[in-house]
T-cell receptor
Framework: SQTIHQWPATLVQPVGSPLSLECTVE??????LYWYRQAAGRGLQLLFY??????ISSEVPQNLSASRPQDRQFILSSKKLLLSDSGFYLC??????????????FGPGTRLTVL | QKEVEQNSGPLSVPEGAIASLNCTYS??????FFWYRQYSGKSPELIMF????GDKEDGRFTAQLNKASQYVSLLIRDSQPSDSATYLC???????????FGSGTQLTVLP
């Protein structure tokens, strides 16, 4: 069965500091990968999605970037955090073969607080 | 702009009642429709998906899709306090690779 991991689970960072969040998927090959942010009491905002290694699309222009160095690894980064970067960061994956390639499955999330 | 709309709630129902959650979407070419449940402080978990017009049942959950009217709904029968959560509707619109999520409806089931 497939499993998705995210770390860290929680993070408190000062404004202007760098950020690196990691997501890995087990039990599948060549998944589509997604990064979302959910601000407190708000819906999901798609930040990036990737259909393969080094194939990443950005949905929202901002100070965040994403990389996919390996097939099942997705990293979200920032060089300098802003207060507005606080939120719940969710990684998700969807299969690229089989019955329901649209279905996205979410990791446990990283709660980021920027002070 | 392509949108997915949900009533934010909160929606309160007594234990044992049917909870009805609704979602409308703007793109008539939408293909796939999903319902997720999100407990407070947790990540969304998939409840079910539906692709074709009509009803799809899975245990106490029934998804209903009406493409002509551009809405999808989720019925929860015999609601339990453990069903108290925010329910997110998601739609794959047209040829998009990704899903568009609604802002969610908060459901409270009262004991």
């Amino acid at each position: 069965s497939q499993t998705i991991h995210q770390w860290p689970a929680t993070l408190v960072q000062p404004v202007g500091s760098p950020l690196s969040l990691e997501c890995t998927v087990e039990g599948t090959s060549n998944p589509n990968l997604y990064w979302y942010r959910q601000a407190a009491g708000r819906g999901l905002q798609l930040l990036f999605y990737s259909i393969g290694i080094d194939q990443i699309s950005s949905e929202v222009p901002q100070n965040l970037s994403a990389s996919r160095p390996q097939d099942r690894q997705f990293i979200l980064s920032s060089k300098k955090l802003l207060l507005s970067d606080s939120g719940f960061y969710l990684c998700a994956w969807s299969p690229t073969s089989g019955g329901s390639t649209d279905t996205q499955y979410f990791g446990p999330g990283t709660r980021l607080t920027v002070l | 702009q392509k949108e997915v709309e949900q009533n934010s709630g909160p929606l309160s129902v007594p234990e044992g009642a049917i909870a009805s959650l609704n979602c409308t979407y703007s793109d008539r070419g939408s293909q796939s429709f999903f319902w997720y449940r999100q407990y407070s402080g947790k990540s969304p978990e998939l409840i079910m998906f539906i692709y074709s017009n009509g009803d799809k049942e899975d245990g106490r959950f029934t998804a209903q899709l009406n493409k002509a009217s551009q809405y999808v709904s989720l019925l929860i029968r015999d609601s339990q306090p453990s069903d108290s959560a925010t329910y997110l509707c998601a739609v794959r619109m047209g040829s998009a690779r990704q899903l568009t999520f609604g802002s969610g409806t908060q459901l409270t089931v009262l004991p």
